[in-house]
DNA sequence: AACAATACCGAACAAACGTTAGATTTTGAC
DNA sequence: GTCAAAATCTAACGTTTGTTCGGTATTGTT
C-alpha cells in the first residue's frame, strides 16, 4: 500500500490512481447497484488490472468506503452551498427548498438509495462512523425546520424530526421513479414538495 | 416441474413445498438484501437440498419473480381491505388516511424497498409484467387523491402524481430510518404524514 | 547511467455461485 | 404388497468472485 499520513504532500502517481479508482468505482456503483460491481470492473473502467487495485486498497469493502465517504461529504457540501447561497438572512423556509432541492438533484445524480444498502454489510466500525456523517447531514434540514419554528413560521403540533425525515424520504424515494426525459424537472419536484410541505393540499 | 394447469386441483406434496420455499425466500429477501440470498441458503432455510429447488423452479429469478408476485399482490389486497374498511362513503381523504397506513404497514413488515432494488436485474419480460402490478398497486392511490379533487376537496394548482408519488415514497423510505422500539408507531407516522398532506405546517 | 523505491502486471488460488443429471427415496393408486 | 410416478438427494459441472504473490516494468533521485 503506497504512502499513507507520510510527511510528503507530493503528488505521487499512486495518489492519481486511487483518486482515479474512486472516481470510477463512484460512477459504477451508481449506475448499476452496488453488488453488480466486481473489482475486475472497476479495474478494467481504470484501465489497470484486477490484482493492482490491492496495492491501493486491503480489500473491496474499502473501496466501498472511501467512495461512501467521498459521497456523504460531498452531498453535505452542496446542499450547504445551496443554503449559502440562499442566504443567510432569507427565510429559513426559503433555505430548507434550497437544502431539499440540492438533496434532490444529488441523490438523482448520484443514485444514492441504492449505496444505502450496501452498509449493512460494511464492518461494524465503518458503519458506526457512516452512519454519524449521516446523521450530521439530517442535522442540516433539522436545523432549518427548527429555525423556522423559533421564528413562529410553522404551526404547532406536528413532530419536527418525523416531519423531516418525511420530507428528505420523499425526495431520495424520487431518485427511483424520476424520469430525466419527463416535463419534469428537480426543481419542479423540490418546489412541489415545498408547497405540500408548507400549505398542504386540502382546502 | 410438477403440476402447472392440471385439472387436478388436489394438494400434492409438491405443492407444500414450492409454497414454503416461496415463504422462507420471501423471509430471507426481506431480512437480508435480495443479492445475498442465495439458492444454497434458501434451500437450507426450507430443509431441503440445494438442487432440489430446480424441481419447483426453473432458475433463482423464477423464484424472485414468485416472491415479488405474491409481494405487491398481497400489499395490493392489505391495501384494498383498509380502504374498505374505511367504508366506500367516507371521505377520500380519510380512505387515503388508511391505504397509506396499510401500505406503511405491510413495508415496515416486509421491507419492501429492499426487494424493489433486485428488478433491474430481471429478465426485461418479467420486469415489464411487474411494473404493471406496480402500476396497478400506485393506482389504488391515485383513484383516492382524483376522487378528493373531484368532490371539491382539494386545492388546485398541484400535480396530484407527483404529490402521490411524494406522498408513497416518504412511507416506503420510513421503512429505512423506523424503529420499532421507539414511540412512534406506524399510525402515528401516517398521521403525520396525513396531515403535512392536508394542512401543510407553515403558518 | 545506475539503482532503489514505487507502481503495476498476470497468473493463479480457494471459495461460492447457479445449475444439471443420474441415482435414490417417498408417495399414492391399485 | 406392488409398481410407476413424484419428489428429493447427491455429486458434480463450469463460472465468477475476491484475493494473493512473485515477477516486471516504471519512476524519480543521485
Redesign the pocket.
Known amino acids: 500500500?503506497?504512502?499513507e499520513k507520510?510527511g510528503?504532500d507530493?503528488i505521487?502517481?499512486?495518489?492519481?490512481?486511487?483518486a482515479?479508482l474512486i472516481e470510477v468505482a463512484t460512477r459504477l456503483f451508481q449506475e448499476h447497484g452496488s453488488?453488480?460491481?466486481?473489482?475486475?470492473?472497476?479495474?478494467a473502467a481504470a484501465?489497470?488490472?484486477?490484482?493492482?487495485?490491492?496495492?491501493?486498497?486491503?480489500?473491496?469493502?474499502?473501496?466501498l468506503r472511501a467512495v461512501l465517504e467521498r459521497g456523504v461529504g460531498n452531498a453535505r457540501d452542496e446542499v450547504l452551498g445551496a443554503v449559502a447561497e440562499a442566504g443567510a438572512d432569507s427565510s429559513p423556509l426559503v433555505r430548507l427548498r434550497a437544502a431539499l432541492g440540492a438533496h434532490l438533484k444529488y441523490t438523482l445524480r448520484h443514485h444514492f438509495s441504492s449505496r444505502l444498502k450496501a452498509i449493512r454489510r460494511l464492518p461494524k466500525r465503518l458503519r458506526d462512523q457512516h452512519m454519524q456523517q449521516e446523521r450530521d447531514y439530517a442535522a442540516i434540514f433539522a436545523g432549518l425546520l427548527a429555525e423556522a419554528g423559533r421564528k413562529g413560521l410553522l404551526q404547532s403540533g406536528f413532530d419536527p424530526s418525523v416531519v423531516r425525515m418525511l420530507a428528505m424520504g420523499a425526495l431520495t424515494w424520487a431518485a427511483e421513479w424520476y424520469d430525466p426525459e419527463g416535463a419534469m424537472t428537480p426543481d419542479d419536484i423540490a418546489d412541489e414538495l415545498m408547497r405540500v410541505l408548507t400549505k398542504g393540499i386540502a382546502k
Open positions: 500500500m503506497p504512502s507520510s510528503k507530493r505521487t502517481k499512486a495518489d492519481r490512481t486511487r482515479r453488488d453488480e460491481v466486481t473489482v475486475r470492473r472497476i479495474a484501465k489497470i488490472e484486477a490484482g493492482s487495485i490491492y496495492y491501493h486498497f486491503s480489500s473491496r469493502d474499502q473501496i
